[in-house]
């Protein structure tokens, strides 16, 4: 079930939220909490509700042992083999041995690096292990975050999950964010995601760079537009979670894209991988080979993924040695430069195999026989270029800005009416069944 859908908009989630405001026991309010995500999990395949209530109770009970073993670190060590021997059973089987499983549970990597940062915040005592397992399955399995994330720490949602209010301010606030959201998706990501079929068998140099522009334009809308749907919920619901975007493509470096990127998986990432193998204090380059190679491998078990990783981690590296004093001195050139290579970056990413990605490179750069422009390519981009010029408009921080004067120092129904005009929209399009599923569905 998605949040972009007829049934969660006008069902599955108008139910949800009444059954948390009427609610005013806590325990009762997390009861039905996790009956509704559970439902929202099992929607596509009840099968997986299986998988995914093994490796909480398993988690639970690990995190209990933990906290009254001597060998903490032996535990700790036993939890995550077994969180990841899950994930590869379902994920990099596969990769690894050639059999395809029927299905992979959805959100099957989100939900398990939250559960290996509760481990590891348990075994730190950044938190005590939780006794109580009706909150940690609540923590879990919340559907506001299960199928792709933000992936939150449990240190930072363990007040939330024992005492949250549900208050106007917040559900106004938390409505906007979530129609923002919606726009983001149905209006900008799937009319992109049109194009970028259309654009699928170009064979010219302007169609292949239209098509790298097209996807770039597209995750971005697709994956920001999930994340401000997920946070706005939940903050209708009480919960608090932080931004997961921030506007990544003004970025003037590719550390800066990082920051401002996925937010959630980069902090897991050097919180959980990187500053434990010493960070830049020790073994910086090999630090960040692994980081890198693990973060491509996490999307996805292809070497395209490996390889987008790596690719990332060698211009990390470029940039700590030799290019950072430039990129600051010319921010300009700066934003260019991490705008281009984000792009070419995003080649790797949705290339089926390595020989297509190396491919459609060679057409973005002219090599062999390649022609400069077709038909389908011009039909593409005259049809389409107010939507690329409204992307471009989008994905700067211009909208923010008034958003923030039309609410605070203006008048807020300008916003309102602006996005209930915009939320007719996407139901009209959505009714006629032109959405798309997310792309990080399949992470």
């Given at each position: 079930m998605g949040f972009q859908t007829l049934f969660f908009l006008f069902g599955f989630f108008p139910l949800a939220f009444i059954s948390q405001y009427l609610t005013k026991d806590m325990k009762k309010r997390n009861i039905w909490l996790v009956i509704f995500s559970l439902f929202f999990y099992g929607w596509a395949n009840f099968t997986h509700i299986g998988v995914l209530i093994l490796s909480i109770v398993w988690n639970y009970l690990t995190g209990l042992w933990m906290e009254q073993s001597e060998k903490k670190k032996s535990v700790l060590i036993s939890g995550?083999?077994?969180?990841?021997?899950?994930?590869?059973?379902?994920?990099?089987?596969?990769?690894?041995?050639?059999?395809?499983?029927?299905?992979?549970?959805?959100?099957?990597?989100?939900?398990?690096?939250?559960?290996?940062?509760?481990?590891?915040?348990?075994?730190?005592?950044?938190?005590?292990?939780?006794?109580?397992?009706?909150?940690?399955?609540?923590?879990?399995?919340?559907?506001?975050?299960?199928?792709?994330?933000?992936?939150?720490?449990?240190?930072?949602?363990?007040?939330?999950?024992?005492?949250?209010?549900?208050?106007?301010?917040?559900?106004?606030?938390?409505?906007?964010?979530?129609?923002?959201?919606?726009?983001?998706?149905?209006?900008?990501?799937?009319?992109?995601?049109?194009?970028?079929?259309?654009?699928?068998?170009?064979?010219?140099?302007?169609?292949?760079?239209?098509?790298?522009?097209?996807?770039?334009?597209?995750?971005?809308?697709?994956?920001?537009?999930?994340?401000?749907?997920?946070?706005?919920?939940?903050?209708?619901?009480?919960?608090?979670?932080?931004?997961?975007?921030?506007?990544?493509?003004?970025?003037?470096?590719?550390?800066?894209?990082?920051?401002?990127?996925?937010?959630?998986?980069?902090?897991?990432?050097?919180?959980?991988?990187?500053?434990?193998?010493?960070?830049?204090?020790?073994?910086?380059?090999?630090?960040?080979?692994?980081?890198?190679?693990?973060?491509?491998?996490?999307?996805?078990?292809?070497?395209?993924?490996?390889?987008?990783?790596?690719?990332?981690?060698?211009?990390?590296?470029?940039?700590?040695?030799?290019?950072?004093?430039?990129?600051?001195?010319?921010?300009l050139i700066g934003h260019l430069y991490t705008f281009v290579l984000v792009m070419i970056g995003w080649v790797f990413f949705f290339s089926p195999s390595l020989s297509h990605a190396l491919h459609l490179l060679a057409l973005m750069f002219h090599i062999g026989q390649v022609s400069w422009i077709q038909g389908m390519d011009a039909f593409i981009f005259r049809s389409h270029w107010l939507l690329y010029v409204a992307c471009f408009i989008f994905m700067l921080p211009y909208w923010d800005h008034i958003e923030h004067v039309c609410i605070h120092k203006v008048n807020t129904w300008w916003m309102v009416g602006f996005y209930g005009l915009s939320f007719i929209v996407c139901v009209c399009m959505m009714v006629g069944s032109t959405y798309q599923t997310f792309l990080y569905a399949a992470f």
């Open positions: 995550i083999v077994v969180d990841l021997l899950v994930l590869m059973a379902f994920k990099y089987t596969h990769f690894f041995f050639g059999i395809q499983p029927s299905s992979i549970p959805i959100g099957l990597s989100f939900f398990t690096f939250s559960e290996i940062s509760y481990l590891v915040d348990v075994y730190e005592t950044r938190t005590p292990a939780s006794h109580n397992l009706l909150d940690y399955t609540v923590y879990v399995s919340y559907f506001g975050k299960i199928s792709m994330g933000p992936i939150v720490p449990y240190h930072e949602m363990i007040n939330q999950l024992q005492d949250r209010t549900i208050q106007w301010t917040n559900i106004g606030q938390g409505s906007i964010r979530f129609l923002k959201g919606l726009v983001k998706k149905v209006i900008f990501a799937d009319s992109l995601a049109l194009a970028f079929t259309s654009l699928q068998t170009t064979t010219s140099l302007f169609g292949a760079w239209l098509l790298a522009l097209t996807y770039t334009f597209q995750i971005y809308f697709d994956f920001s537009g999930y994340s401000d749907m997920a946070i706005g919920l939940s903050e209708m619901l009480g919960f608090h979670i932080q931004p997961n975007f921030r506007h990544p493509y003004i970025a003037s470096s590719i550390q800066d894209f990082w920051r401002r990127w996925h937010i959630s998986l980069s902090t897991w990432f050097r919180d959980y991988l990187y500053i434990p193998l010493g960070g830049n204090r020790s073994h910086y380059i090999r630090n960040i080979w692994i980081v890198w190679f693990c973060t491509g491998f996490w999307h996805g078990a292809n070497w395209t993924f490996i390889v987008w990783g790596l690719y990332y981690g060698a211009l990390l590296l470029l940039e700590h040695y030799y290019l950072k004093p430039y990129l600051k001195d010319h921010p």
